[in-house]
């Protein structure tokens, strides 16, 4: 695959390894998807731009039913925030089990994680600067523990640092839409276990291999949160100034970044390429120009 380079671990089991193969044997024989094989740049389409301070009329339907449209006009700009380091990560583990996650303090931030949350709030003052507006920045977030210290040391961090013309609201409001994804059978299995499933995300967004959460599933629920958070917030003369801060998890934040940016649905499995840091913030973009450049497609080394 172009810009794609493919990572296996050098022991597969092979219960795991021909578990995957009827995937991906529909995969190349399925027409939507036989593109993928050749260049899956030209997939790529410029669905919504809009200028850095710019409104949307109205509120738009937080139901996400068809994701060939990609993800509807928002009100307000959107900064993306992945969780700092956690002790998931530096047990090397897969953590995603919403049942013993949401709403609990179970892998919580590390003593490096909060001082990258901290570290954060200069990156989201700098992306604030960019816009050229002023108005208010309000914190989202997963309801695991990760996600929901970093972004709250992040808006207490951010209170001082502020940049003239905004104003931080403290309190963190929680969605369950941003949880992360579910890896199914591969929870609490170590991280290279992604690469069982990440190559197949590529060419099938909707296989459910492992039990886990598939990519459109993600990009459903999360592109949802994204509406409803939306259309809760602005009236009269805040409507469309607020920029909201999400703070989530790699898999689901890069899921969310390309149905933004308006990825073809059969594409959406990309999203592996685009992988965020412990603690980076990201302008939700609306064009496929405002995607970083796309990375080998590796999983994550212990400790990120």
Excluded at 262 to 275: D, H, I, N, Q
Aim: charged share 20%; proline share 6%.
């Amino acid at each position: 695959l172009q810009s794609h380079k493919w990572y296996f671990p050098k022991r597969v089991p092979a219960v795991m390894f021909y578990s995957l193969l009827p995937l991906l044997f529909a995969s190349v024989i399925t027409e939507k998807c036989s593109g993928f094989l050749v260049a899956p740049q030209v997939f790529l389409a410029r669905r919504h731009s809009a200028a850095p301070c710019s409104t949307a009329a109205s509120a738009p339907s937080s139901d996400l039913t068809d994701l060939s449209e990609g993800l509807p006009p928002t009100r307000h700009k959107f900064f993306l925030l992945r969780h700092g380091q956690s002790t998931a990560n530096v047990a090397g583990i897969i953590s995603s089990d919403p049942d013993t996650l949401m709403y609990t303090e179970k892998h919580g931030l590390t003593a490096l994680g909060k001082e990258q949350a901290r570290g954060s709030a200069l990156a989201v003052a700098d992306e604030l600067r960019k816009l050229n507006c002023g108005g208010r920045v309000r914190f989202f977030s997963s309801p695991f523990a990760r996600a929901r210290q970093t972004a709250e040391i992040c808006a207490e961090q951010l209170l001082g640092i502020i940049p003239e013309g905004w104003e931080v609201v403290p309190d963190v409001g929680l969605d369950d839409g941003l949880r992360e994804r579910y890896f199914g059978r591969l929870d609490g299995m170590k991280l290279y276990t992604y690469a069982y499933v990440w190559p197949v995300d590529l060419l099938l967004p909707t296989h459910t291999g492992f039990d886990v959460e598939s990519v459109a599933a993600v990009a459903r629920r999360a592109g949802e949160a994204v509406a409803r958070i939306d259309a809760s917030l602005g009236d009269g003369e805040t409507l469309g100034t607020d920029v909201l801060v999400l703070a989530g998890h790699a898999d689901t934040l890069q899921i969310l970044q390309v149905l933004a940016a308006g990825v073809e649905e059969g594409m959406l499995g990309t999203f592996s390429s685009y992988r965020f840091g412990n603690g980076e913030v990201r302008f939700m973009g609306r064009d496929v120009g405002t995607l970083p450049d796309p990375s080998p497609m590796v999983p994550p080394e212990k400790g990120t």
